[in-house]
Structures are given as C-alpha cells and as structure tokens.
C-alpha cells in the first residue's frame, strides 16, 4: 500500500496549508484511501466544482509530477498511449537503403523512435506521477475500454516490444461532468467522489483565500450571492474559479459593500450567456437606478421595522410583505 500523502488525520490541513485547496473530511478521506489502496479515483460533478484542482493539489502535495490527459471526442490509442514516429522511421529506411526489410524493421521498432503519450508515461516513470485523466466522460466507448485495460493492471502491451508493467503505481484521478454514463466495469475499479457547488461557507473561505486583499464581509457577502445564482435555473451556473475572479473584480473596482447595482455592473465576470443573465436580472431583483434600489433597501428595513411594531403590539396579526429578493443574500446592511 502507498502511503504518499501520509498521514490521514492531518491531510484536509495539508491540503489547506500547502497547496491552498479547500477540502472537506469527505474529500480528504476518499484522496487518502485511494492513495492507501493503490486505487483510481473517479471525481463526478457539474464543471468549476475543483475536481481537476484536486488532482494539482495531490500532485503538489506529493512532490509528484502531474501528468494529464485531456479527453474528447475521437482520442485514440495513439494519442492517449503510444504511437510511432513515422516520420523518423521513414527517415531511417531511406538512410538503410540496400539492407534486408528484417534488418530494417529491427532497426526502427525500437525505444528511438517510440512516443509516449500520458498512460504510458506515466506506468513508464521511474519518479512518482499523479495521473490525470480529465473529462473522461467525453471519450467514446471503445477508448474507455483502453482506459479500463491499463488501469486494471497498470501494464501496457506493446507488440514490437512486449509488456510494459508499471515500477510503481501512479496515483490516477479520473474526472467526469457526468455528461453521459461510464461503463460499470470502469467505476467498478475506482473509488468514487461526487464534487458539488460548495456551500456558501466553504466559498467564502476560497475567496478569502484566493483573494487576500477582500473584506471578509465582502466575501461572505459574494459568497452568499453565487451561491443563490446557483438556485436559479441557470444553463451555465457560476464556477468556482468565476466566483474568484468575480471578487478580485470587486476589489479592483474598490467595491466595499454589494448591492444590485454593483452586482449588475459586475455580471459578466459571472454570468456568459444571455438568457442566464435575463434570469438572473429577474429573479435576484437586479432591475432599477441605483437611487431606486437604494430607496428599495431602506423601504424594506422600513417594513421590517413596522412589521417589528405591529407584533408588540397585536402578537395575533400577520402583516404579509414582500423584501427584494436580493436583500435576502446581503444580510443586514441597514441602519436601525
């Protein structure tokens, strides 16, 4: 068993201190056991949620070099494995011109004129390696029974040159946006991880850190506002790497207090297609001047306040009114 990552009870810290990924016990335990077991680990979950950003804080946190392979449609063997260098060889049959084609085919089947891509490189590696094999989910199924193939055994067959068998075991993240179904066989050897939107919380500690120079009421303040756009039916919710650079945007503006003005200004750091920003114009309240919003946010204390009053003094009564929708994430920023 590996122990690359060293000590279970102390890696969420590690994570946090070393490499600055913000992980919770969850993530910190299944990165640690799949270590520990020698086992691929399978991140599943919406873009921006940190999945490959995980893969870079292992590789960090190992002292490992981090290999990727980049899936998409139409990756073949050839650029995910292996492939020869015909040009070269080519090169090398004209040069042996005159030789017998068994003497010639010895000659240029050889380690000189072979190309790694990422899966053998990394089971050919003689220092550690974290493997990353990213979007496996937009490959084909027969380039994923490859991945099945060299992950089962970490060996890789070769026939001008035999079997090729790992000197140790990479550490391999594999990650998926779930946007179709991978093969049972395949999950069946990882350990599996779903990565969702963090909480506001655990995305306030990110911008905090992400962005030194941020108000903490600030960040707790943006935090709260991505995290009610991600509520919204959003084609393209804000990713995480979006809400950083969102605040960075704010504090180079000398932001020091949201309001919907700033936020309407601010959008596009955030928001990348139309109909996603009509919505959320609409259904965070993000409409008028900002004299008019300004008014709107005192009227809404006003309310509050009579509403307060109106208990004392009839604790039977209801009073039913309606606060902008965006006042709900903002917190109490009013004067009493």
Avoid at 58 to 74: D, M, P, V
Avoid at 156 to 168: D, H
Avoid at 211 to 238: N, S, T
Wanted: overall charge negative; hydrophobic content about 40%.
């Amino acid at each position: 068993m590996s122990q690359r990552l060293g000590d279970a009870a102390t890696l969420r810290e590690r994570l946090l201190r070393e490499t600055g990924y913000v992980a919770d016990d969850l993530i910190a335990d299944v990165l640690f056991l799949a270590d520990g077991l020698d086992k691929p680990l399978l991140l599943e979950g919406p873009a921006g949620v940190g999945k490959t950003e995980l893969a870079k804080a292992a590789a960090a946190l190992t002292g490992s070099r981090l290999l990727r392979l980049q899936c998409y449609e139409g990756l073949d063997e050839a650029k995910a494995l292996y492939e020869w260098n015909y040009k070269k060889q080519l090169l090398r049959i004209q040069a042996d011109d005159g030789r017998s084609w068994d003497e010639t085919e010895a000659n240029i089947f050889t380690e000189a004129f072979l190309l790694e891509r990422p899966l053998l490189a990394a089971i050919r590696s003689a220092e550690p390696v974290v493997l990353l094999i990213d979007e496996v989910d937009r490959v084909e199924v027969e380039t994923e029974a490859l991945l099945l193939e060299v992950l089962s055994d970490f060996q890789v067959s070769i026939p001008e040159l035999g079997t090729v068998t790992a000197r140790q075991a990479p550490l391999v993240v594999l990650t998926s946006n779930a946007t179709r179904d991978l093969s049972e066989a395949l999950k069946r050897r990882c350990l599996y991880l779903h990565l969702d939107y963090p909480d506001a919380e655990r995305e306030r500690q990110i911008i905090e850190l992400r962005v030194p120079d941020i108000k903490p009421a600030l960040a707790a303040q943006a935090a709260r506002v991505v995290h009610a756009m991600r509520a919204l039916d959003l084609g393209k919710p804000p990713s995480i790497s979006e809400t950083v650079d969102w605040a960075r945007s704010l504090v180079l503006l000398g932001v020091t207090d949201l309001d919907s003005s700033v936020i309407t200004r601010t959008l596009p750091v955030l928001i990348k297609n139309q109909p996603d920003r009509e919505r959320t114009t609409t259904d965070l309240d993000l409409t008028g001047t900002v004299a008019e919003n300004r008014r709107r946010l005192r009227a809404a204390a006003d309310r509050g306040r009579r509403r307060a009053r109106l208990g004392a003094q009839h604790p039977g009564e209801v009073l039913l009114m309606r606060e902008p929708a965006l006042d709900r994430h903002l917190g109490d920023r009013h004067d009493a």
